[in-house]
């Protein structure tokens, strides 16, 4: 669409701009198959999430506008699945939603409602964002995108549980593994988690 255009400033031409017009149509109803695809994390989303003074049909809307900009900002060159930064990207919605609305009512306030008082979107926010970080952290690792040793990959795959076999193993255990001692593991692991640390970081600067 791009080089497209590009042409069509230089030289206009009809049959260019009936191109433009078929690829700009192919890609509104691309953009509407992947919010449709993906409708079903703002849903399980907004299940799961409780603002006070806050309808779930308006953290049905909020959530899919934030997919819609999750749509429209998404790189795929970068190597990340779509799910992992729509879902960020719906976190990100509510949580503006909950500033709003809590600056709205510390303006205008409501009548007090014990039930409105009871709300567990801290805590499920707080499951999200770890959600969201072990996934990113099981990509990295998957992919080796931070140019890790195969000892490295162990020792952070053991330590904290990620290959799926259960919790993470002690210092002692990995070393036994790995025949190393537990303070020479303790050093793998610190240094393969700065360079994680490096990746994730550019990653999170660069969405």
Known sequence: MSQLAEKQRRRPSKARAVAMLEWHNRTQKLRGDLVAANMSLVVAMA????????DYPELISEGSMALLRAVERFDVSRGFKFSTYACRAILKGFNRMAGKAGRYYSRFGIPYDPEMERSDYDEHKHEMQQAGAVDDLREVIAENRADLTAVERTVVIERFGLGGRGKGKTLAQVGKMVGL????????????????????????LAA
């Open 181 to 204: 001692t537990n303070e020479r593991v303790r050093q793998i692991q610190k240094e393969a988690l700065g360079k994680i640390r490096e990746v994730l970081n550019e990653q999170y």
């Open 47 to 54: 299940k799961r999430t409780r603002i006070p003074n806050v």
